[in-house]
């Protein structure tokens, strides 16, 4: 069985890289992938912080979060793409099936030199490499690959509540506000199948940059609906153009989640510190890090963001639907201008595409 006690302790070890690339010599797993990572940064990502790029960090997650102590799994072992077939067709996968569509081809043309744990995993922290305030997320390589697909009814959804996703992270070793750092990539994620009329939905008002506004809109009084309503796990948003999630709206409002969620909304660096080591130790989950070698000089530096937290236009103090009970929420400036109406994120291609 998967010691999660010993993951931890050596996620704890590892020290979370935030600096340029250093000038060590690669080991030759390392110097092996570097084709892969340019490959990846110029031709699927091309510079940005796009859909494509959303898709390969949402893939992160659904790929890691397939084990389990009670059901099995393997984890971070690239069975999402290996076994798609199969964990496509899952509920809490739905929309997938078109990042698995444009991430596929790259690892299928590189296949012979990565496997497809460490082809998730790369790719997902390449991802931010063009998203403006994003943290450096670290990189190890040597995964052997996935033995089976992960089990169903691993994922959590959008509509569960805040106990089932608390208990289902806390499955796999992490903390509730662990859960929060990981929402982080929301700020640059958008949804196509919680309202499927509006495809390309960005949860926030910025969606290719790595900033604060998913932690300040979500505690927004809601006013309106993007698309249609009554869509399972959307409540109303603030911003127009932006999907608000269920879960997100009622972690922001748990007494054990609250304050993370509004500390986060106020402090970029804080956030940005925070998320890399969630990922860190997502993409560790069904491994033994030891086994693994640190390729992460493979992922470039995101570029820096000087991010000032302000309301949207229209928007101020007395909005906030504060709910951290140990320090009051701060008055911040509005942005000035008329109301927003956030565009869509363009799509990969042609079909819908991520819910990241």
């Known amino acids: ?27 030759a797993i390392c110097q092996r992938l570097e084709p892969v990572a340019a490959d990846l ?15 390969a960090l ?10 389990s102590p009670i059901v099995g799994g393997g984890g971070a072992d690239g069975s999402i793409v290996t076994f798609n077939a199969t964990e496509l067709t899952f509920e809490a996968n739905d929309g997938l099936d078109d990042v698995i569509a444009d991430v596929g081809p790259f690892f299928l043309k590189h296949q012979d030199v990565i496997t497809s744990g460490d082809f998730v995993q790369l790719a997902g922290a390449l991802s931010l490499a063009a998203c403006p305030g994003a943290p450096r997320v670290q990189f190890f390589a040597g995964r052997e690959p996935p033995k089976a697909p992960s089990p169903n009814f691993l994922v959590p959804e ?6 089932q996703i608390i208990e289902r992270f806390a499955q796999v070793g992490f903390e509730p506000h662990e859960i929060v750092a990981l929402l982080s990539s929301h700020s640059i994620a958008g949804a196509d199948t919680v309202d499927p009329t509006i495809p390309g939905t960005p949860f926030d008002t910025t969606p290719s940059v790595y900033d604060t506004n998913i932690f300040i809109d979500v505690l927004l009084k809601g006013t309106l609906f993007p698309g249609t309503a009554g869509n399972q796990g959307e409540l109303m948003t603030a911003v127009n153009g932006t999907l608000r999630l269920q879960s997100d709206f009622e972690i922001a409002h748990d007494p054990r989640t609250a304050c993370t969620w509004q500390e986060f909304a106020t402090n970029q660096p804080l956030m940005a510190s925070k998320f890399g080591p969630a990922v860190l130790k997502l993409s560790f989950l069904g491994q033994d890090p030891e086994r693994l070698t640190d390729c992460s000089e493979l992922i470039p530096q995101p570029p820096a963001l000087k ?29 000035p201008g008329p109301p927003l109406d956030v565009a869509p994120i363009p799509q990969a291609d042609s079909d819908d595409e991520d819910d990241s």
């Open 1 to 27: 069985m998967f010691n999660f006690n010993k993951l931890l302790a050596l996620v704890l070890a590892v020290p979370f890289v935030v600096a340029a690339p250093g000038k060590r010599a690669l080991p």
């Open 41 to 55: 940064l110029e031709n699927l990502f091309g510079g940005e912080c796009g859909d494509s790029a959303h898709g």
């Open 58 to 67: 949402r893939l992160i997650f659904h790929d890691a979060i397939g084990i």
């Open 158 to 163: 959008p509509f569960n509540t805040t106990d």
């Open 307 to 335: 991010d000032v937290p302000e309301f949207p236009p229209g928007q101020f103090l007395s909005d906030i639907q504060a709910s951290c009970d140990v320090a009051r929420f701060p008055d911040l400036p509005t942005q």
